[in-house]
């Protein structure tokens, strides 16, 4: 079956610097993977999708990247602030006939 | 533009009752799907609809059905609840079916059952 992984500890960082978040998928690749920010209570909000054939998407002070060899997603916030405090879910994709698959999501928490 | 809505946002029945819950998507969004959210197990994928038709379900028993109205919105039952049922049942539609999009989740139907 196909497993994202993503690292169960909180990352606690100071504001102002870069949070890096980790997923890593098993098994072949997906054809998306995205990433979304759940606040306690509330639904997840999308933040960025990224293809197969891309390696690296951004937005606004957010960037993805995508390494089919490592079988990893990297999702970046730079210039991080305490209402960046969340958690962060990756789900893997894969179009047609699919179950998506999320993983168990990594809690940012920024520090003024 | 209005976003996916979850009718009711809280529930709670007694073992052994069933449950409706229902999801209106965002407008022009033809594809719904439906998610369980537990502290156990995380997000875990129920069943998909596009154009009235379930597309995929994920491991769930048969006990968790759903369906999809010609106007896109849906609605999942759960027969002869069972303890293990308490979650946080997420709706979200997208444009397309599959994955290729993104999803807007709803607020969430959070289910106690006692």
């Not at chain 2, 409706?20 to 719904?32: A, E, F, K, Q």
């Not at chain 2, 379930?54 to 027969?79: A, D, L, T, Y």
Request: glycine share 8%; net charge positive; charged share 20%.
């Amino acid at each position: 079956s196909q497993k994202i992984e993503q690292n169960s500890e909180a990352l606690n960082i100071q504001e102002g610097k870069t949070a890096t978040l980790t997923c890593n998928y098993t098994n072949y690749s997906p054809a998306y993977l995205q990433w979304y920010r759940q606040d306690p209570g509330r639904g997840p909000v999308f933040l960025l999708l990224i293809r197969e054939n891309e390696k690296e998407k951004r937005k606004e002070r957010l960037k993805v990247t995508f390494d089919t060899t490592l079988k990893q997603s990297l999702f970046h916030i730079t210039a991080s602030q305490p209402a960046d405090s969340a958690t962060y879910l990756c789900v893997r994709t894969s179009g047609g006939s699919y179950i998506p698959t999320f993983g168990r999501g990594t809690s940012l928490i920024v520090h003024p | 533009k209005a976003g996916v809505t979850q009718t009711p946002r809280y529930l709670i029945k007694t073992r052994g009752q069933q449950v409706t819950l229902s999801c209106s998507p965002i407008s022009g969004h033809r594809s719904v799907s439906w998610y369980q959210q537990t502290p156990g197990q995380g997000l875990q994928f129920l069943f998909e609809y596009f154009s009235e038709t379930q597309r995929n379900k994920g491991n769930f028993p048969g006990r968790f059905s759903g369906r999809q109205f010609s106007n896109s919105r849906s609605e999942m039952n759960v027969s002869t609840l069972e303890l293990g049922d308490s979650a946080l049942y997420l709706c979200a539609s997208s444009l397309t079916p599959g994955g290729s999009h993104e999803q807007y989740f709803g607020p969430g139907t959070r289910l106690t059952v006692t």
